[in-house]
């Protein structure tokens, strides 16, 4: 997700990304999280309620993706037709999530992540604390940093 000024939970402040283009949060889960509710929210409210209308905001060409490949393989890995409006349930979302970031990353998101994920949709704030672990979302995929000494580190290329 490209930083923008939402007060996501488990954000990371501005002033402590190290991207400076896509958000950083405090854990995976807590990444995987706001990119659920920016999904939700975006089938519910915004009638962008299809593969092909998520994709279109999410991988424009203009970025450098291919859109009608991404197109396909979101809809393959999910079983859902492009076209088909999407509910904004915890199985379409889970589906919807574990893809992009499968396609991003090329490693899967596991269940146990989107489920703590999904338990945390309520949460109002989030600790911190030293040696955490930092997760980049991003077009280019998912990079972890670690937080040490004051700063973050990368600890894993984006994934």
Known sequence: MIIAPYPWVGKLPRAQNT???FEQFVSLEYGVRATTIDLRNKIQ???INTI???LDLYAPA???NDPELYKA??????GIDRDTPLAADKNTLGLLVKAITQIESGTP???TVFN???SLLNASAVETKIGAAVLTVGLMGIGVWLWKSGRLE???PNL
């Open 19 to 21: 991207d400076g283009k």
């Open 45 to 47: 409210r915004n009638g």
């Open 52 to 54: 092909s209308k998520i």
């Open 62 to 64: 203009s970025d450098g």
């Open 73 to 78: 393989m979101v809809s393959r890995k999910t």
């Open 109 to 111: 998101i596991s269940d």
């Open 116 to 118: 703590k994920a999904w």
């Open 154 to 156: 990368k600890m894993l």
